[in-house]
């Protein structure tokens, strides 16, 4: 009989011992690999959304070096068209 309380006990601590080391997984991810993750996604897309405005401005130069001018769409039936002015 004891020799059967010694071995659903020491199983009892086995399944504690694996709880706690799931617990102190999911807080280690909550606290320390998530923020990380979180912080490079979020520069990753800053400067993803800068080099978006640099390629942007680059084509705009670029067709108002070659054609004289620019049609940016603004709205329905609407464009604003840049163009060069020299003085």
């Known amino acids: 009989m004891r020799e059967q309380d010694y071995n659903s006990s020491g199983l009892i601590v086995k399944v504690l ?7 102190v997984g999911i807080l280690v991810y909550s606290f320390l690999v998530k923020p ?3 912080k490079t996604i979020q520069q990753k897309q800053i400067d993803a959304y ?3 405005q640099t390629d942007l401005i680059n084509a705009i130069l670029i ?14 039936n609407q464009s604003l068209v840049l163009i060069p002015i020299q003085k």
């Open 17 to 23: 011992i694996l709880i706690i080391i799931i617990l």
């Open 36 to 38: 990380f993750i979180n």
């Open 63 to 76: 067709q108002l070096q070659q054609t004289g001018r620019v049609a940016i769409p603004v709205g329905n």
């Open 50 to 52: 800068t080099v978006g």
